[in-house]
């Protein structure tokens, strides 16, 4: 809706504005300056548009239309935050930044309105969204985590139970911002992050208590060896950086002693310490090299991604050549016809495209051609997620340029041509992480979005659970 008028003797010109400051009681100060413009406005987004056009136009380097306050992205940061914006940044409908415009016409007051909206009294807020088909794995807040994200899943040999794992985190940001207290008796017993666990045995209708299974490390990514009837786990050693794996004999249940795979015999120090995935590391199935286990990893933002392999059950591993230069998160898949597909992130490296890289091994994943980009698979910049299932190939991710939002499925019969999609949420969406089903009918899907527990533009508040028939 648009603003309630606010008195001539508060708008004046522009150059009246700049001595106006928020200060920290700023609900009271708001109130004191336009006394029943306040409470003719609608909403709380009528209250920081308000202050948009009082308080910050002057010092906002804008086109003197009338302002508008927006929890979105800006030129080269997707990252959702309060900002006051011209009319000229904005899509037709004024929901969000234009990305593709370029414009530069804002300025950024997250703090300011963020301290504004803690102070609107509204009525409480909806319950989250409700998905038919879904249901919720990961909240803020258990077990004293104030955020829990980074989620990944696998089948395992028993062709029953899910493996649902995330990063744990003592701490909020990146996407998550719940907005109760984040802290409680529990929490003194986390690390900075930790690895989680859910275990579900009915096909993710319900799932097990929060488990910890691994103390001072992220990304956990797991890979059934059907030789060895084992579960494979590996993630990230914070601190000191290092590649840890563990496995599981008994679906999940437990798990070993977790031990480095660096060193002499296994990876080079130029191979160790990345950040797996995120998602899950594979096992071919076909030709020469089949039973090898593979993951990919990325070492730094948009630096390198690098994969490695084992063809003794993860007793020892070697690394491929050579890197995929400037990639980041990403997943590898094996297609129909035996070749192993890259997936990954970019920093939207083809601006022609905003989408998804790929790369190609034809050796089992020990060497890899150059680096493509698939334009159909859109994307801002965020992990995916990729899976075979039978003769068909998947593929799931936020479907936008800019924004972590519209998720969609995919199917592909050679992860080049993509035959068919359907939409997963048109929401906020963010990391994902594909899995088989014991039905084959069907695949799963962990994801991300957003949620009442959380502050506005959350795309990574919680995760949810769903599946879908394969052939949508």
Not at 125 to 130: G, K, L, R
Not at 244 to 264: I, L
Not at 336 to 344: H, K
Not at 455 to 471: N, V
Request: glycine residues 8%; proline residues 8%; aromatic residues 8%.
């Amino acid at each position: 809706s648009a603003p309630p008028p606010v008195p001539a003797s508060i708008v004046g010109k522009r150059g009246r504005m700049a001595n106006y400051r928020v200060a920290q009681n700023t609900w009271a100060l708001l109130a004191a300056s336009f006394g029943t413009a306040l409470a003719r406005a609608s909403d709380c987004q009528d209250l920081a548009t308000v202050y948009c056009n009082n308080y910050a136009l002057s010092q906002c380097d804008a086109t003197p239309h009338p302002l508008i306050a927006l929890h979105s992205g800006a030129k080269g940061d997707p990252i959702p935050e309060w900002r006051c914006y011209s009319p000229l940044c904005l899509n037709t409908n004024h929901s969000s930044y234009n990305a593709s415009s370029g414009c530069t016409e804002y300025c950024s007051r997250n703090e300011q309105i963020t301290s504004i909206l803690a102070s609107c009294k509204l009525p409480p807020a909806p319950p989250p969204p409700v998905f038919a088909n879904a249901t919720e794995v990961f909240t803020p807040g258990e077990a004293g985590y104030p955020c829990i994200r980074v989620p990944s899943i696998a089948l395992a040999g028993d062709n029953i139970t899910l493996n649902a794992f995330a990063e744990c985190r003592n701490f909020s940001g990146d996407g998550c911002n719940p907005t109760y207290s984040t802290r409680n008796t529990q929490a003194s017993r986390n690390s900075n992050r930790d690895i989680c666990q859910k275990r579900s045995t009915d096909g993710g209708l319900t799932w097990s208590p929060l488990k910890v299974i691994a103390r001072n490390g992220a990304q956990g990514s797991p890979a059934y060896d059907d030789r060895t009837e084992k579960i494979v786990l590996q993630y990230l050693q914070l601190s000191p950086p290092d590649t840890m794996q563990m496995e599981s004999s008994d679906n999940g249940q437990s798990w070993s002693t977790p031990r480095s795979v660096c060193g002499a015999g296994s990876l080079s120090p130029h191979d160790c310490g990345g950040a797996m995935g995120p998602g899950a590391g594979i096992q071919l199935k076909q030709g020469p090299h089949a039973g090898r286990l593979l993951y990919i990893g990325h070492f730094g933002a948009y630096v390198r991604d690098e994969v490695w392999f084992s063809d003794n059950s993860g007793v020892t591993w070697t690394g491929a050549s050579p890197s995929l230069a400037k990639m980041d998160e990403a997943q590898v898949v094996e297609l129909p016809n035996g070749d192993v597909l890259a997936n990954m992130r970019t920093d939207h490296l083809n601006s022609s495209c905003k989408c998804r890289a790929t790369a190609r091994s034809t050796d089992g994943g020990a060497t890899w051609g150059p680096i493509t980009f698939d334009p159909v698979l859109t994307s801002p910049v965020c992990a995916g997620s990729i899976l075979r299932s039978g003769d068909q190939v998947f593929f799931s991710n936020p479907s936008s340029v800019s924004v972590r939002a519209h998720g969609v499925l995919r199917r592909s019969s050679n992860g080049a041509q993509w035959v068919s999609s359907t939409v997963i949420w048109n929401g906020l969406f963010a990391y994902s992480s594909l899995t088989e089903m014991p039905n084959k009918k069907t695949v799963g899907l962990l994801w991300e979005t957003d949620g009442s527990q959380c502050a506005p533009g959350s795309a990574s508040c919680r995760t949810l659970f769903s599946s879908y028939p394969i052939d949508f």
